[in-house]
């Protein structure tokens, strides 16, 4: 949510770089601190909705694994094929449903952090928004799974080459006459390698966020884009000046949220929420 919610200060953050940020402003001047107060203030219920979602089916998960475990330590006989069928699709409906409402709820959490919603209706909206842009959306997750894997590859791989080359070529480690000596470069590399991806995992899942949340504020600014100085994302008006227009859009009735037409004259838009 903190990321999610700095990135949505950035993305509908005042163009104006004449202005600056004064104290009705804390969200455009300090981001990430004033995302961090809003989901410790406003947030914790939904974070712990979602979360106890998560571990339920988590659970279920693991209760019917270890039935599936004891009726197979106590069944000697010959298994029963129907039985194993059954088995198998629970397994793997509860998987997909596992991977579900982790997918709902991480975009629940970023359109909670933009919007303000509770969690099920932030899971309702953004699940229309990525409905409503699906083909944008799964290019953009495709793209980004395919450069998540070759980041993390490439820093893992980086990281065990030096690894290994500190270790091989330092006087300090390749010296037999000193205690410091390493008999098996191997195993440092290896761990090396694996402590290495733990941190290409959490690095590149904040990136990872930083894209999801980018794609649900232009697929925001698509459907219902705010107006005047206030906001970063202007699609209309940059589609104009490209000399292109969405007939659709031109002719749709923008809505805006109650607390923009609240502040709309007063404070930036989306940051109104921070103080």
């Not at 809505?255 to 004259?265: A, I, L």
Request: with cysteine.
């Amino acid at each position: 949510m903190v990321v999610g919610g700095t990135i949505s200060h950035w993305y509908f953050g005042t163009t104006d770089t004449g202005v600056k940020p004064g104290a009705s402003h804390h969200g455009q001047s300090h981001p990430c601190c004033c995302s961090w107060w809003i989901a410790l203030r406003f947030h914790m219920g939904s974070a712990a909705f979602g979360s106890f979602l998560i571990a339920l089916i988590t659970m279920v998960r693991l209760a019917f694994e270890y039935i599936d475990h004891e009726m197979k330590k106590h069944n000697t006989g010959t298994p029963n094929i129907a039985m194993r069928a059954l088995k198998c699709m629970v397994s793997c409906c509860l998987y997909c449903l596992n991977k579900c409402i982790r997918f709902i709820s991480k975009n629940a959490f970023i359109h909670t952090a933009m919007k303000g919603d509770a969690f099920c209706f932030a899971s309702v909206r953004s699940y229309h928004l990525i409905f409503n842009h699906l083909l944008a959306f799964g290019a953009t997750n495709s793209i980004t799974a395919i450069l998540m894997i070759l980041g993390k590859c490439m820093v893992c791989i980086a990281s065990m080459l030096f690894g290994y080359s500190w270790v091989n070529y330092s006087g300090t480690y390749s010296d037999p006459t000193k205690d410091t000596y390493v008999t098996s470069s191997l195993f440092i590399s290896l761990c090396v390698l694996m402590l290495s991806y733990l941190v290409a995992e959490s690095f590149f899942n904040v990136f990872h966020v930083c894209i999801d949340t980018i794609m649900l504020a232009y697929c925001i600014d698509l459907d219902s884009p705010p107006k005047g100085t206030a906001s970063r994302g202007l699609v209309a008006e940059n589609m104009k000046k490209m000399g292109k227009s969405d007939k659709q859009l031109d002719n749709r009735e923008l809505k805006k949220p109650g607390w923009f037409v609240k502040h709309e004259n007063t404070r930036d838009g989306f940051i109104a929420r921070c103080c």
